[in-house]
Every structure is written in C-alpha cells, then in structure tokens.
C-alpha cells in the first residue's frame, strides 16, 4: 500500500499526463520518433495555508530532495526506456496559500534528484506558477535539458487537473519531453551540437 506522507510531505495524489504527437499542426508525419510529453504532478499539502506570512520556508526546502527522487523514480517509470530531451517545472497554489509557497517546493535541492534520474542535465530547469483552485489550468516551459539555447527544443505542455489543488495545497508539477518539436526550423545552436558546452552557451 502506498504510503500517504513522504519524508516531511502530506501527498493526497499522484498524476501522470502522457501525450505523443505524431503529426504537424498541417498533417506532415514526424520527422522521426513522435514527440512525447510527460508530466508528473503531486498534490501536496501547503503546509503554511492559512498561515499569512511566513518568513522562513525552509522547511520545505529543506525536505524537497526526497520529493525530487520520488519525482525522478515516477518520470523514468512514465519514460518506459525513452529519454528526456527537455524539461520544465511548475506549481499551482490554492487559494490559502502563496505564490511563494509553490515556489519552494521547486528549488535546486528539489530538482538535483531529478536531473540526476534523468541522466544529468547541466541547463537551468525553465519554471512557472501561479494561485488557482481545482481545474486550474498552467503552461508548462519547457528547453533543452543540456544547453538552455537549443531553438528546437523551445516549446510547452499544459496541463489541468479538476481535483486540485484545493485551497490547502500545491500541485508540484515537473515535466519533460522526449525531443524538440516536430519540423522544427528556426535555426541557432542543434542539439547534436550540445556535446562539451557548458549548457548555457
């Protein structure tokens, strides 16, 4: 049976969002392997909701590198053997909460345990958040896991769910995809060129 807290975190449910496109917006096929979205998504309570301001989130920080394995572990599962080429993270707020609040649970010490479940990733992970209620919908960023610059790999997943969060919790959401958009054709920096930089060229 699966446990309901993990290490500091109260987690009510678990979300898988798995999409494949396999053809342009104009019917062109892929140019190779479809691209797939995955995001996995916790819906955890806040546990400052209700509280006003709190000077001190550490608490959460502190705690977040457990989630951020539990996170990986779930992503590589969704992966079945794929692997991700691009990520991103978000959080959605409920209404009793702050905006900062999300954002605590999305630190480095959150997303280390992730890049490194996912076979490493030396660019900054791309992020957003907002305070919403059940159904609340969010955009996704996400870019090239390796090199921040890479044009092909621009691009967004969106995602709702219409049982959280509720007012006393935040949905922690991280997502990747397998490759860069289909026909991508803007030009700049590939990602076959990526190999050796430093991943913010």
């Known amino acids: 049976m699966a446990a309901a807290r993990l290490d500091f975190f109260q987690i009510r449910r678990w979300i898988v969002h798995d999409e494949e496109t396999l053809c342009s917006e104009s019917g062109r096929p892929?140019?190779?392997?479809?691209?797939?979205?995955?995001?996995?998504?916790?819906?955890?309570?806040?546990?400052?909701?209700?509280?006003?301001?709190?000077?001190s989130l550490a608490e959460v920080i502190g705690h977040s590198a457990a989630l951020g394995a539990e996170f990986g572990r779930r992503l590589t599962r969704a992966l079945a053997g794929d692997q991700a080429a691009s990520y991103g993270k978000a959080c959605i707020v409920g209404m009793a909460?702050?905006?900062?609040?999300?954002?605590a649970f999305l630190?480095?010490?959150f997303a280390d345990p992730l890049r490194h479940a996912l076979g490493g990733g030396k660019a900054w992970i791309s992020?957003?958040?907002?305070?919403?209620?059940?159904?609340?919908g969010i955009d996704i960023p996400?870019?090239?896991?390796?090199?921040?610059?890479?044009r092909s790999?621009?691009?967004?997943?969106t995602v709702n769910f219409s049982d959280g969060p509720a007012a006393d919790e935040v949905l922690v959401l991280f997502a990747v995809a397998?490759?860069?958009?289909?026909?991508a054709?803007?030009?700049?920096?590939?990602?076959?060129?990526?190999?050796?930089?430093d991943g913010l060229r």
């Open 97 to 103: 909460g702050e905006y900062e609040h999300g954002n």
């Open 178 to 183: 397998t490759r860069g958009r289909l026909h």
């Open 107 to 109: 630190t480095t010490e």
């Open 153 to 157: 790999h621009y691009d967004t997943v």
């Open 185 to 197: 054709r803007l030009g700049g920096l590939s990602a076959h060129e990526i190999k050796g930089t």
């Open 142 to 150: 996400l870019a090239h896991k390796d090199a921040l610059y890479v």
């Open 30 to 55: 892929a140019d190779g392997p479809g691209l797939r979205k995955i995001v996995v998504g916790a819906l955890i309570r806040n546990p400052y909701s209700g509280k006003g301001h709190v000077d």
């Open 127 to 136: 992020s957003t958040g907002k305070r919403g209620g059940p159904g609340c």
